[in-house]
């Protein structure tokens, strides 16, 4: 069984969904980021990033037990021990390489900052706001271009690039996005979120999410904690 160490996060999503897709059997250990539970040493030891998910699998390519960390690592990883949601042709897999790719150096950040500085920032600093917000709105448009000709994000097949960008965009309410903008994305996620094994994977460990309001809770995640080498 899988041991997943994550929270009720887009990218702990992300890992939850494609073991829902997969059937594979998991168990998931509730890693509380607002309560500095990222940052204990038996976690680091397999998430040196002090970052969520990460998962241990007791039974990994060699028969030998394996970690890996980073989301989108653990999706490529999911989708080669299952042989699903990932093309087996070159030029198929590479496609789906990029758009995940994408949704990690883009989608992720950007849209994480958006967030951050529309919710989460003790000042409202206008030049922020109106910064990420408008890349946000780029990137929203990026997708919304490229379902205008695919049925999904890296093709005709559902893959593990439209497993990645779906969790971002559920908090689009809180990113400035008016769905009217964008029908080809606004089509897709619809679709998506229809799915049960998504509507599964988006409920593990919600639950145990609460509103950041606390100052402690900021402090963690935003804070001088953050910055320590440990």
Do not use: C
């Amino acid at each position: 069984m899988i041991e997943v160490y994550s929270w009720a996060t887009p990218n702990g999503h992300k890992v939850h969904i494609m073991l829902e897709e997969t059937g594979l059997p998991y168990h998931v250990t509730p890693v509380n980021i607002g309560a500095g539970d990222q940052f204990a040493p038996d976690f680091l030891a397999i998430s040196p990033n002090n970052k969520i998910p990460a998962i241990v699998d007791p039974d990994g390519p060699d028969g030998k037990p394996i970690s890996v960390f980073e989301s989108g690592a653990i999706l490529v990883y999911l989708a080669s021990k299952t042989g699903r949601f990932m093309p087996e042709d070159v030029r198929g897999r590479y496609r789906v390489l990029e758009w995940l790719m994408f949704q990690m150096g883009s989608i992720g950040p950007m849209l994480g900052q958006t967030h951050h500085f529309r919710l989460y920032a003790p000042e409202k600093i206008a030049y922020a706001i109106d910064r990420y917000t408008n890349e946000t709105k780029r990137l929203y448009g990026v997708m919304d271009k490229r379902l205008g000709s695919s049925r999904y994000i890296a093709g005709d097949e559902y893959t593990i690039a439209d497993i990645a960008i779906f969790p971002w965009l559920r908090s689009w309410k809180n990113q400035g996005i008016d769905w009217n903008d964008y029908p080809h994305l606004k089509g897709w996620f619809d679709e998506i979120a229809g799915r049960p094994a998504v509507q599964r994977g988006v409920e593990v460990l919600a639950h145990l999410r609460k509103p950041l309001v606390d100052d402690k809770a900021r402090e963690v995640l935003f804070g001088a904690q953050q910055y320590q080498r440990h």
